[in-house]
């Protein structure tokens, strides 16, 4: 049992040494480094494993994935062989030993092989030195030796100018850089430095450099203890800081202050010098920029020292406010009147654009009272941008300051004219395109003297009053914007206001898409009661929001069932079309196109069928039957009445010419006619109608047969009607109906109509009261229609259409 155990753990043993004679090859040198462009020679020794069937004549050689030439292996002895490599040029590669056995290659042991060159004498030693704390030195090492290099940075003491080899320290490294740490520096002696580099192919040293510590000296960073204005002094900021602990003592000092303002790149810098015993250091930043905050960070240097410190962290301050110079931007809507006699003016305006900028607003200051009487100024305060006032029907004048802790900006001042001004109609004409990146808006003013204008700009569909942008613009009759301030495929409303100090004159205004699509949805079609060969289609106007650009016309589609399709063309005005030539008894399919520059859609469709007969077809049929049967009648009740005289007609006794029938038989046929004639006129009635119609019609557009509903000429300005094509879009012009809609829609728009006509009244007396002509030229024309009244309510537009 015992003896058993025995064998089994000498077996155990034994195969235990047999796995580890199949790695029993070796290849030596292992990992050699060589000098590049050497010879390099390796052996491989087999394993005893292989023999006897394998011996060193079975070994092959590989260099990477190439065999080595067979010339080039040398058998030593019955297990080891060696090959010989010249010329090894490889900075890394990879030799292998293989045999050969039987055709079968077995690898047997593989080593990396290296070549380079030796080392380089380090050169250009510096050395930066942390007082107390750190003392490090780089160096370069020249010549890329691709072997693994070992420096070691040596410090000498020197004495008048000698090396001394006491006091020797050394440091290792295996980069181009060491540190020594808690340097013992007697800071009375003086040091140099030196580099020894090695590898296995060589060793180089550099001289012995002498470096001074002082020179190399480099402080921590200092500390900011504060950046603060000085109450009562301006354009001032003082910054005080401390200096780090460990300096070298007795040198004297330099710091450098930077400082920059919030709104510049580049920074300015000022030089403090310190004696050295200083802990802290101040100075005073001048001519600093009002109401501004500043960043600064300080550094210092040893007078001695090539060494600056890093920038310490940096700290901001503002300076002392001034109060702000620039008037705010000021714009404002008026809505037309409630029934009180009051109104809301939406007051709004823009950030202070003075440069620098005025320090924190506080907030801005508003201040409103009637023209006439200053006494009863009102002021409010307010944080936001805008406000709304809920004022008369008087003229007011408003003002709005911006205040900081030092005060107040001076006042932007907008007059709210009275609400029943007239003013004349300075821009003659307004027209807006498109180029690749900007909107264009251009107008003519008929008064060159004046040189300011306001442009207002909004979605048409936009109802909040303080959704409006605008811009002032002097001395200059275009304004440019780029795109991307409008949205495509959205109608906006442009006005211009010519500006005279705080007053303003009546605006020209302009729609305008900047890109148009099609419209998003048709129009439904919808028809009359058809007749035998023509019917009435109608249809309404799509949407303002679907609509996507200026419609310009309707394209009315109509197919017999099993027929062609046809189409007819009309204006974008005209909302009903009489279709004419049409096959009675048919089922038709009739479907309307919007169509606007950027194309067309269709809307549902509508199927309706032609009658048979139509009115004038049935009086054809109906006249003889009522005719004979009216007849018939009188036949019959000549009979009754006068049976005899019928006797006698029938059967005459005495033939008596004296005696004729002519009394009686005009009265018959007079009744006959009159009969007839209330029939026809009946009838008549319907052709008459159409008649007038179609001769109202053909006044309207002689050219075409159409049905318009309304057509108003009436514009605002010229403008309106001559946009000129140029460039890539020119835009449509809005006309009174447009604007009359938009009234109906937007309250606020109503106030630009009343605010145009104060510049009669106020500014232009000589316009208005002497020459009532002159008024007239300039006011739009539905103005003239409303001549004495106030201003125009959504009644007259009423009426105005229905004209
Ligand atoms: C073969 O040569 C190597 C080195 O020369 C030697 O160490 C080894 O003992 C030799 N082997 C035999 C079997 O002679
Ligand atoms: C190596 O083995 C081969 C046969 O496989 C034999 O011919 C040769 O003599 C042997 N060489 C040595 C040195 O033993
Ligand atoms: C060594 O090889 C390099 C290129 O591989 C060649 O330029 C050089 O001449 C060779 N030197 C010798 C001594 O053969
Ligand atoms: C020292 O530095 C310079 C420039 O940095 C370089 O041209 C020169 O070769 C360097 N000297 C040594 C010995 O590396
Ligand atoms: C500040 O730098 C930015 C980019 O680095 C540059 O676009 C801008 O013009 C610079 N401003 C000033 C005032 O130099
Ligand atoms: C900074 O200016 C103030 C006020 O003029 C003065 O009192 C102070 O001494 C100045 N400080 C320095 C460091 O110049
Ligand atoms: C303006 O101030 C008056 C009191 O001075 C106040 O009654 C009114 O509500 C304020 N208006 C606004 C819009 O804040
Ligand atoms: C309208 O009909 C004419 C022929 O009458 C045809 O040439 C034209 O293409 C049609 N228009 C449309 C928009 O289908
Ligand atoms: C209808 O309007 C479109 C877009 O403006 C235009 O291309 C087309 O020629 C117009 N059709 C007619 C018949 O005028």
Redesign the pocket.
Known sequence: MFSCLIWMFVLLCSSIADEKSIRDADIFPSSPEIERGSTLKLFCVLGKHYTPHR???HIIWKLNHELIAQENYN?VN?TVSSVTIHNFTYSKAHVKCFTKYLGKKQLLVHTEVKSGFPPDTPGNISCIYYFDTELTCTWTSGRETNLMTKYTLYRKMMREGRVILQNTVACRSKTESCSFYYPDTPYSSSFCFQVKAENVLGEASSDCVPIPLERIEKFEPPEILSVKKIAGIKQLLTVTWKMPEKIIPSQDLICQVQYRNLYSNSSEFVTVPLSSGDRTGSCNLTSLWDSTEYSVAVRCISAVSVFWSEWSRGKTASTEEKAPSEKVDLWRVIESSHSAGSRSVHLMWKPLNSFPPSGRILGYKIQYFPENNAALKMTNISTDKKITLLLNEEAYLVSVTAYNSAGDSPEAILRIPPADEKTSQIIETVRTFTTNEEVVVEWIASEPEVTKYVVEWYEELETDPFGRSWQYVSDSTNWKTNKKNFKPFICYNILVYPSYGDKLAAPCSIQTYVQEKKPSEGPVADTDIPGKNEVTVKWKEISKDKRNGFISNYTIFYKPEGGKELNETVNADVLQYRLKSLQANTQYTVYIMASNNAGGTTGEPKTFKTLKFDKEDIIFIALPVGLSMLFLLGLWITCILKKHAFKKVCWPDVPNPAESIAVEWPLNTSMNNSFLKAVTSEAKTVDFEDDIRSQMRSALIPAKELLPIETLEDDLCESQQSSIKNEENVNEVLKLEDFGEKVLFNPYLKNSVKTREFIISESLPEHSKNEPQSQSTVLPPFQQNVTGQPYITLDMFGLATAH
């Open positions: 011996n060193a004549s058998i019955e």
